[in-house]
């Protein structure tokens, strides 16, 4: 017996060359448009890439401006102790040093620095460049104040003969107890990105405990003058501040630091000493040497 099948499978005809042309043609757009959006993409990664090098180009080549303002100390801004340790300060921070009435001198040096074209007009481009800081003492605080106050007004009027395009920028304000009486400010203007304030208003003297050559010695620290004098909360309008009243918000910190004191002088050359002070016993005269290493933080800080 023979069995058949009702019809005969037909074998898979290949497709015609106008059907693959038709395909074709409907493809060739969407590739068009993925060839675009891929080409866009690019584009802005590479244009991303360039601008990320291009500012840690300008960041590695920005320049850090530091200056320090001493405070009142006769012919001899050294003498004190705590001019001592704002020029300490200031080694470090490879700072131009000026005294406290010298505002003028340290303006011209500032905007001489800056006008790299020598028009004695200081370009948007000129001040993207620099990483201004300012850091003032005593009386020096308050000339620091009143300086940055010089520069927010550089880019409104002409001040030692430059004028910039805008008001110059700080970045960083520190002042150490200004002592705003007789040379006072208003404050700390706009301009200032970030600005601290460390200050005492117990004025009076500071005893320092020394740990050798000299047993259990106490050293007092403050002549007549500075036992008299005491810092100020200065009013601000900076991007940020942050005031310290380190007599009270800081009186049971302790801080210890090794060095030589000129008031020693049985200490061998090259000795140092340990010292130590609570905050609570701080004034006018151990002011800077307290917050040294905080100063040092917010130094790093800002570059």
């Known amino acids: 017996m023979i069995f058949t099948t009702a019809s005969a499978a037909k074998p898979c005809e290949p497709t015609s060359p106008a059907v693959r042309l038709a395909w074709?043609?409907?493809?060739?757009?969407?590739?068009?448009?993925?060839?675009?959006?891929?080409?866009v993409v690019m584009a802005a990664c590479s244009q991303t890439t360039l601008s990320s090098a291009a500012q840690r180009r300008t960041l590695q080549h920005r320049m850090v401006y530091t200056i320090c303002f001493y405070g009142l100390a006769g012919h001899n801004p050294t003498r004190t102790f705590g001019n001592e340790w704002l020029q300490t300060l200031a080694v470090h921070a490879q700072a131009h040093l000026y005294r406290w009435n010298q505002p003028l001198e340290a303006m011209s040096d500032l905007l001489a620095r800056l006008d790299a074209h020598a028009s004695h007009n200081i370009t948007r481009r000129e001040l993207a460049g620099v990483t201004i800081r300012v850091i003032g003492y005593s009386w020096g605080a308050i000339t620091a104040a009143n300086f940055v106050q010089m520069l927010n007004r550089c880019g409104y009027a002409t001040t030692s003969g430059w004028k910039a395009a805008e008001p110059i920028p700080v970045a960083l304000l520190i002042t150490l107890d200004p002592v705003n009486f007789v040379h006072t400010t208003t404050g700390v203007p706009a301009n200032v990105k970030t600005y601290i304030?460390?200050?005492?208003?117990?004025?009076?003297?500071?005893?320092?405990?020394?740990?050798?050559?000299?047993?259990?010695?106490?050293?007092?620290?403050?002549?007549?003058?500075?036992?008299?004098?005491?810092g100020d909360y200065l009013p601000s309008k900076a991007q940020r501040t942050h005031e310290v009243d380190v007599d009270k918000q800081w009186a049971t910190r302790k801080v210890n630091m090794r060095?030589?004191?000129?008031?020693?002088?049985?200490?061998?050359?090259?000795?140092?000493?340990?010292?130590?002070?609570?905050?609570?016993?701080?004034?006018?005269d151990t002011l800077p040497w307290f917050v040294y290493r905080n100063v040092l933080r917010d130094l790093n800080a800002s570059n």
Request: hydrophobic share 40%.
């Open 24 to 39: 074709v043609r409907h493809l060739r757009p969407i590739a068009v448009v993925c060839l675009l959006v891929m080409s």
């Open 197 to 230: 304030n460390y200050y005492e208003d117990r004025g009076g003297y500071s005893p320092m405990r020394c740990s050798w050559p000299e047993a259990n010695r106490t050293l007092v620290l403050g002549n007549n003058f500075d036992a008299l004098l005491s």
């Open 259 to 284: 060095f030589t004191p000129a008031e020693f002088p049985t200490t061998p050359h090259g000795a140092t000493v340990a010292v130590s002070l609570v905050g609570g016993q701080v004034n006018h």
